[in-house]
């Protein structure tokens, strides 16, 4: 059966493992509840039927509230994308006050700000019928244990989530940075051997393909394929292309930078059934042309791939050409 088809909108069947969406920063629709309603139904169309909500609480900037879904609006935006058959998956805040490292220093504090982000991850999970997933960043900063700090605050957090519902946690494999690979959460091996040490069913790995990609640089033994003993501990994806000149991340698919077709295909050859999210810079986007035409170029390309490896094909992904051909042709008869 064509992935295609299982792709329409509101017409999954049981065969139907992998949703894809992205992450939506608010500024893709000029934080306007008008825009978001056109906006999911622009989503819709490409394919999407999931979305990674980045939540914040508290003070913010502007900055702030172009990328984070504030509290007071978590529910109404949460309950849009449902409106339209979209599953939710959250991203934790990104502000300072939210790392995990902050738990050695401050427990208490930490743990208070971050309760309600949980109680969202459990109400949402029971809202929409299916888990919702959080996706987490351990601790980075200057701390003397950094991955102590991440297995008792990501203890703390599945904890309260399994208290208060259900949810999953998916700690993110971050960018290599510089000689970093033996830090816990930075390498495909060692953030494999942290989560198995963890021993928690309810957290796995957001494998994010492009920082995994970043690896590739400085490690000689770096391949594009992850071990198995990676892939089933897999339980969240985030994907994004990187620019040809400077490697930088969060780019549209059309950079054709990243191998990510190939190092796609063993997870979808193990029958991965959570959520891809494409993890695209709405000022990258623009500088490729209208934004939401060039993420529907991005979504094109993913549902091409998946498409062909769905029919059982070894199929490369639809070329960036055969993309924009179809874009034109969506344009010109709409
Ligand atoms: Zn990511």
Redo the contacts with the bound molecule.
Sequence with gaps: MSFVRQWMPGRYDSNTVIRIGNASSPRWYDLSPVRLEEYIDRLSGWGASTTELVLHRGEFDDRTARVHVLEEDWIQVFERYRSHGFTCNVHAPLDPRFKFDRFESDPEGIKREFLPVIHAVADFSQRQGEDCTL?VHGASGGHNNPREATAAFLSWVSGELARSGSGRIAL?LRSPGRSMSTVFDRSRRTIAEFIRWLGDERIGI?W?L??DWEASESDPAWTQSPDPEFLELVNHV?L?DASIGDRLVHHPLQSGRIPWQSMLKPLVGAKYDSAITL?IRYRLAISLGEPWHVLGGSYAMLRGYLNATGNGEDHPAQSTETVLIEQMHETETN
């Design positions: 996706v993110e957001c994010d492009a920082h985030h994004h993890e």
